[in-house]
Nanobody, 122 residues
Framework: QLQASGGGLVQAGGSMRLSCAASGRTWSSYAMGWFRQAPGKEREFVAGISWSGGVTYYGDSVKVRFTISRDNAKNTVYLNMNSLKPEDTAAYYC?????????????????WGQGTQVTVSS
């Protein structure tokens, strides 16, 4: 089970940290990802991290501004978001893929948490 939290309302230029707490299985052997979906748009890859944390991928629109990390001892994955823009407004989802390396395609992810809403005001 994956539980995302940390969303809310923030002004443009602000920062926010999302957390994804995992339970119920050995998540430390799985790569993890963050995706987002705005109303009327397709689900978009935001960031992915390998099982060890040594490999990270980012979507083009969030590179430099967002950082994904994980603490396997706490079974938690984080998404630090800086310099937030109104276009970052979306529901953010964490997901797990049963490979050691992250994937960009959401269809390859097997486990999904519920979304947490991030709203960036201008």
């Amino acid at each position: 089970q994956l539980q995302a939290s940390g969303g809310g309302l923030v002004q443009a230029g602000g920062s926010m940290r999302l957390s994804c707490a995992a339970s119920g299985r050995t998540w430390s052997s799985y790569a993890m990802g963050w995706f987002r979906q705005a109303p009327g748009k397709e689900r978009e890859f935001v960031a992915g991290i390998s099982w060890s944390g040594g490999v990270t991928y980012y979507g083009d629109s969030v590179k430099v501004r967002f950082t994904i990390s994980r603490d396997n001892a706490k079974n938690t994955v984080y998404l630090n978001m800086n310099s937030l823009k109104p276009e970052d407004t979306a529901a953010y989802y964490c997901a797990a893929v049963t490979t050691t390396q992250p994937k960009r395609n959401p269809d390859e992810y097997v486990y999904w948490g519920q979304g947490t809403q991030v709203t960036v005001s201008s």
